[in-house]
């Protein structure tokens, strides 16, 4: 479709809306042991050379790093000294994202956990700094993770990298404005180009570019979309991550974030027509007329007509009402710009009814059955779903004639 793309984002004031007690970015640049730190705020600790009070640290867990850097500034600022020494990066930037000798549920969950932990602990530490400074702070003392970059890893799909980075995010934002995550999302994608990438896919044909399809994916999954609890959260993020694009395009970006996938491609085949049943009913009631209706007006009515008989199935299944099957096949029916145009459809619709029932049948009699008996719960379901997908639409007519 010769749509034109958009690939502006929306533009960020340029207001200090943050409180006036913050701190600049000179915070992290001021030598620690020179006589101008106010050494009374450090309490007990006063009494000890920097490189015992580091040697403490390595004793205490991140929570209990996190707890104390909140004890006063000068406190939080000797831990963020700690975190740049090479050995506070080693201790704090566990690397073990492809452990494969010993695959364990519970070692993945240990290191997420650990970067849950560790995202606390930089949220304390920046609490007063303005965003932006935060970020570049963060960027800079985690630039040296190869795996939490777009593509830093050989082997993304085996790697628990974008995941510990997704965490970290998570807990670092959690509780921030939808201005701040804006911000946080602009500077992700200056920093990975993600805009970029995103129209290379979009503008090439599927499949020929399934690397950085499935870069993309992950990315979008792992840092922006699956540690949130709330599906208000997610929902944040994947609107910034379509937002910018024109519908086609969208629709494209979640089929790649969103579709089957397999170690070599994103899209490894084509859909069931059950699962695009399913994805359209999901997607609201414009969308899927949209989508309808464009089959209609480009003649491809023998489609539409199979995705009718997939609507009502999955209605079936789901105990969805099987009267919004109808009302949309009825929506549908006056795309059609001629009476036979519209008669030949609804033929189609009973065609193709018959002729899937009939596809089901012969697969279940040649024995090609599951161990589960799926296909014959979805012959069964099939069935019922016909009989009450009529049963809608004699209602619909009664209903019409009596009125």
């Known amino acids: 479709m010769a749509s034109r793309i958009n690939t502006s984002f929306?533009?960020?004031?340029?207001?200090?809306?943050?409180?006036?007690?913050?701190?600049?970015?000179?915070?992290?640049?001021?030598?620690?042991?020179?006589?101008?730190?106010?050494?009374?705020?450090?309490?007990?600790?006063?009494?000890?050379?920097?490189?015992?009070?580091?040697?403490?640290?390595?004793?205490?867990?991140?929570?209990?790093?996190?707890?104390?850097?909140?004890?006063?500034?000068?406190?939080?600022?000797?831990?963020?000294?700690?975190?740049?020494?090479?050995?506070?990066?080693?201790?704090?930037?566990?690397?073990?994202?492809?452990?494969?000798?010993?695959?364990?549920?519970?070692?993945?969950?240990?290191?997420?956990?650990?970067?849950?932990?560790?995202?606390?602990?930089?949220?304390?530490?920046?609490?007063?700094?303005?965003?932006?400074?935060?970020?570049?702070?963060?960027?800079?003392?985690?630039?040296?993770?190869?795996?939490?970059?777009?593509?830093?890893?050989?082997?993304?799909?085996?790697?628990?990298?974008?995941?510990?980075?997704?965490?970290?995010?998570?807990?670092?934002?959690?509780?921030?404005?939808?201005?701040?995550?804006?911000?946080?999302?602009?500077?992700?994608?200056?920093?990975?180009?993600?805009?970029?990438?995103?129209?290379?896919?979009?503008?090439?044909?599927?499949?020929?570019?399934?690397?950085?399809?499935?870069?993309?994916?992950?990315?979008?999954?792992?840092?922006?979309?699956?540690?949130?609890?709330h599906r208000s959260d997610s929902a944040f993020w994947l609107t910034r991550i379509l937002k910018p694009w024109p519908m086609v395009n969208q629709a494209r970006l979640l089929y790649i974030i969103f579709g089957p996938v397999s170690p070599q491609d994103v899209v490894p085949r084509e859909w069931l027509l059950e699962n695009n049943a399913r994805l359209l009913i999901l997607s609201g009631n414009n969308i899927c007329f949209t989508f309808m209706a464009s089959k209609a007006v480009n003649g491809r009515a023998i489609e539409l007509a199979k995705l009718i008989v997939f609507l009502a199935l999955v209605c079936e299944k789901e105990l969805y009402c099987m009267d919004w099957a109808v009302k949309m096949m009825q929506k549908v029916c006056k795309v059609f710009s001629t009476p036979m145009e519209r008669n030949n459809f609804l033929q189609s619709v009973a065609n193709a009814f018959a002729c899937v029932i009939m596809e089901m049948l012969q697969s279940i009699m040649s024995g090609d059955r599951d161990e589960d008996d799926r296909s014959f719960l979805n012959l069964f379901h099939l069935v019922h779903a016909q009989a009450n997908f009529h049963k809608e639409v004699l209602y619909l007519t009664m209903n019409t004639l009596s009125t």
């Open 10 to 229: 929306t533009l960020i004031p340029n207001q200090k809306y943050r409180r006036s007690n913050r701190r600049s970015s000179s915070y992290f640049s001021n030598t620690l042991g020179s006589d101008s730190q106010p050494l009374s705020t450090l309490g007990n600790f006063k009494a000890l050379p920097l490189e015992i009070f580091q040697i403490i640290l390595r004793y205490l867990s991140v929570k209990d790093i996190s707890m104390l850097s909140m004890v006063s500034k000068t406190v939080s600022q000797h831990i963020i000294n700690y975190i740049s020494t090479s050995s506070g990066s080693k201790r704090l930037l566990l690397q073990d994202f492809h452990n494969l000798e010993l695959p364990s549920k519970r070692q993945d969950s240990a290191i997420l956990e650990h970067y849950r932990s560790l995202g606390l602990l930089f949220k304390r530490c920046t609490l007063l700094l303005p965003t932006r400074e935060r970020l570049k702070y963060i960027h800079k003392t985690l630039a040296e993770v190869s795996c939490f970059k777009f593509n830093g890893c050989a082997a993304p799909i085996q790697c628990l990298g974008l995941s510990c980075y997704g965490i970290f995010l998570q807990t670092l934002t959690a509780g921030w404005d939808g201005l701040e995550c804006h911000r946080v999302y602009n500077f992700l994608c200056e920093l990975t180009n993600l805009s970029r990438k995103m129209q290379a896919v979009v503008c090439s044909k599927p499949g020929s570019a399934r690397k950085l399809e499935l870069r993309i994916r992950l990315f979008c999954r792992n840092v922006l979309l699956d540690h949130w609890i």
